[in-house]
């Protein structure tokens, strides 16, 4: 069974418009990560934004934002004013504190997104 | 700061063959993740280690898939006799300890693997 379930394979917008990505999760431990990449055609991964079990509000960084629904085990990524150039592959992934302080990822299966000119 | 490397970033094989994959992460990170990710699919861990410690290997295919990190600095993954089923890219990433806290990773190119 998949612990990190995107359920939007692909999506798209046009030039400006403001995106949301969901994902869901299963986890039984009190404390975890949830971290959002985007892959690039390139193959690159990277990093956008995470936010904690712990974090009472939702994270920013710069255009990107999540929803974080800690009840729901569900969070999205919203993505504000949408440019061509962040089409690309997003993947959620779950982190979960591990042997040793150490945390072992878990990722989705991604989500295609195109944002057109 | 130099990034992630990785070596080769392209490799094709025929079935049976063995092929090694090279990782060098940036330098002063102590934990070092191995993924492979099919086409269409996300990565999926396959080992990690602290230093030279092997953390968890339990998603590492044993029989055929190895992978070492003597100096707790590179890594080196290898495929002893490939098979189709391993075509895919494979990912290496390295964090820096934050005394329990979750560390960012920070990702390599790739290696893309063709087994024919």
């Known amino acids: 069974a998949q612990r990190v379930t995107q359920v939007q394979p692909t999506g798209s917008s046009q030039w400006g418009e403001e995106v949301t990505l969901d994902c869901s999760y299963e986890?039984?431990?009190?404390?975890?990560?949830i971290i959002w990449y985007r892959q690039l055609f390139s193959g690159e991964m990277v990093f956008l934004i995470y936010?904690?079990?712990?974090?009472?509000q939702n994270q920013r960084n710069g255009r990107y934002s999540v929803v974080f629904q800690k009840s729901l085990k569900s969070i999205s990524l919203v993505i504000s004013a949408s440019q061509p150039e962040d089409s690309g592959t997003y993947f959620c992934?779950?982190?979960?504190?591990?042997?040793?302080?150490?945390?072992?990822?878990?990722f989705g299966k991604g989500t295609s997104l195109v944002v057109h000119p | 700061e130099a990034g992630v490397t990785q070596s080769p970033r392209y490799a094709v094989l025929q079935e049976g063959q063995a092929v090694s994959f090279w990782c060098d992460p940036i330098?002063?990170?102590?934990?070092l993740y191995w993924y492979q990710q099919p086409r269409d699919q996300g990565p999926q861990l396959l080992v990690y280690?602290?230093?030279?410690?092997?953390?968890?290997n339990s998603q590492l295919p044993s029989d055929r898939f190895s992978a070492v990190r003597p100096k707790g600095t590179n890594s080196t993954l290898k495929i002893q006799s490939a098979k189709q089923g391993d075509t895919a890219t494979y990912l290496c990433a390295s964090s820096h300890d934050r005394g329990g806290n979750y560390a960012e990773q920070f990702f390599g190119p790739g290696t893309r693997l063709t087994v024919l």
């Open positions: 330098s002063g990170h102590d934990t």
């Open positions: 280690f602290r230093d030279e410690a092997v953390i968890d």
């Open positions: 936010q904690t079990s712990f974090d009472t």
């Open positions: 986890t039984s431990e009190y404390f975890y990560c």
């Open positions: 992934a779950l982190s979960e504190p591990h042997s040793g302080g150490n945390y072992k990822p878990t």
